[in-house]
């Protein structure tokens, strides 16, 4: 028997138990002959409020059904594969939308425009233009940067600084991680509930630990990912379409993304999850499993109904797999 104190060691003897009791359908969304790229004409009712594992080897047709006939729809949310845009001028705030309610609730608080908080408007350091670097010429190829000796890195107009909420600058609030600043924003002098919803979201998908002003670019690529899905799942809709989320993520954070999901449902949300990964199928109270080949030899709906039935049946390569990862 091995023992280990990491996360890693912990999850390696892993096994997902299926859940005993699944969500009811409230409804359904029925689609008809879909023959997006390689489909055969697919008929198939995706169940509305629960939790639904879109499944299939590679190539089997999930994304073709998928963002073929449901994405695109009215109310329906799709976060893609597709990496974030990042620039160095980017951060966790700016990209979540979360930068807003904080200059709001900083101009109300001093009596001057929100335009002066930001690093990229009003507010911006004239040397560096709110970027807090210089790229000497020399090394402007290589894209060496030198913290700007004007704002030390800062980006903002030293009178930006002068400004203050509950004690602290804007610069300050940027250096604050997800979990200190959703602290900060619940005191009644420095209160900020349209930023403390954007601050949850992060913490749910494990971002607590990020700071608000940390370039993009310095996020790693579960970090990123994690950030698009918090970003996104904030927007209003009815359904929301994840396609393979769990890409790069540890097991641990997958159970962590899980929780989010299983909050979107909850709140009345649909959630499809094109997933590879066993945990999540588990975890859904639906799936679809496209196949049974890939590409030619896919393009079916081989099964649908919940995880326990698909194990039941092992009627498919996705219902064997199932069955001998949750040990049934
Ligand atoms: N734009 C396209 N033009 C032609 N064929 C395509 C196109 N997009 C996908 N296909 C083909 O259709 C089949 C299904 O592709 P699809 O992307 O739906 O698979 P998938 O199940 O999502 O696979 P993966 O798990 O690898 O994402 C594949 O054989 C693919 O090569
Ligand atoms: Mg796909
Ligand atoms: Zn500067």
């Not at 980006?155 to 509950?166: H, I, M, N, R, S």
Request: glycine fraction near 12%; charge should be neutral.
């Amino acid at each position: 028997m091995h023992q280990s104190g990491s996360l890693t060691g912990r999850f390696l003897n892993y096994r997902a138990a299926l859940k005993p009791v699944v969500r009811r359908p409230k409804g359904w969304l029925e689609i008809r002959g879909a023959n997006t790229n390689n489909l055969k004409d697919v008929d198939v009712d995706i169940p509305l409020g629960v939790l639904v594992a879109v499944t299939g080897v590679a190539g089997s047709g999930k994304s073709s059904l998928i963002h073929g006939s449901v994405a695109g729809r009215p109310g329906v949310v799709t976060i893609d594969q597709s990496p974030i845009r990042c620039s160095r001028r980017s951060n966790p705030a700016t990209y979540t939308g979360l930068l807003e309610p904080i200059r709001k609730v900083f101009a109300k608080a001093n009596g001057v425009k929100p335009a002066l908080f930001s690093a990229n408007s009003e507010g911006a350091c004239p040397t560096c233009k709110g970027s807090g670097v210089i790229y000497p010429e020399l090394f402007m190829i290589a894209g060496v940067a030198t913290p700007c000796e004007d704002c030390l890195g800062k980006g903002f107009q030293p009178a930006v600084l002068e400004y203050k909420l509950g004690g602290r600058n804007i610069s300050e609030i940027m250096t604050m991680s997800v979990d200190e600043a959703g602290e900060f924003f619940s005191r009644s002098e420095s209160r900020a509930p349209t930023a403390l919803t954007i601050l949850e979201r992060l913490a749910d998908v494990g971002l607590g630990y990020i700071k608000l002003g940390q370039p993009l670019t310095t996020l790693s690529g579960g970090e990123r990912q994690r950030l698009k899905l918090a970003a996104h799942v904030g927007e209003p809709g009815d359904i929301y379409v994840l396609d393979e989320p769990t890409t790069g993520l540890h097991l641990a954070d997958v159970e962590q993304l899980l929780g989010l999901l299983d909050r979107l449902v909850d709140s009345d949300k649909t959630v499809i999850i094109i997933e590879h990964h066993l945990a999540v199928m588990a975890h859904a109270d639906w799936i679809i499993d496209l196949g049974p080949g890939a590409g030619h030899d896919g393009g079916r709906v081989v099964f649908t109904g919940t995880p326990a039935d698909l194990v039941a049946a092992r009627s498919t390569l996705t219902g064997k797999y199932l069955a001998a990862y949750t040990g049934i």
